[in-house]
């Protein structure tokens, strides 16, 4: 099963480093990421310790980080719904 596991991740490596290297990408797409997953850290500091919005705590890790990394602001939102509708925390 580990085996499987280390193939599976060695394809998927060769597989985005074909299209990254056939694109011509370069380096100037790791930086915007960069920079947007920077602004998702802080904006979500300034909304778990800011006190804008009370009784509101999101947590900073990979999931939530990702997921406002992508979405932008209305990331943000989607969390603070989830939050709302499957724990009834309310705003």
Same mark, same amino acid.
Request: charged content about 5%; hydrophobic content about 65%; aromatic content about 10%.
């Given at each position: ?16 480093? *074909? ?25 979500? *500091? ?8 009370? +009784?509101? *705590? ?30 009834? +925390?309310?705003?």
């Amino acid at each position: 099963m580990r085996g499987a596991v280390w193939l599976v991740l060695i394809a998927c490596v060769v597989v985005l480093a *074909y299209l990254i290297l056939k694109k011509n990408l370069g380096i100037g797409w790791l930086a915007v990421f960069g920079a947007h997953m920077a602004l998702a850290a802080i904006a979500l *500091y300034i909304i778990n310790y800011s006190g804008w919005i009370t +009784q509101v *705590y999101i947590p900073i890790n990979p999931v939530t980080m990702g997921t406002v990394t992508i979405l932008g602001l209305p990331g943000i939102a989607l969390l603070l719904g989830l939050k709302m509708m499957l724990f009834g +925390q309310a705003v």
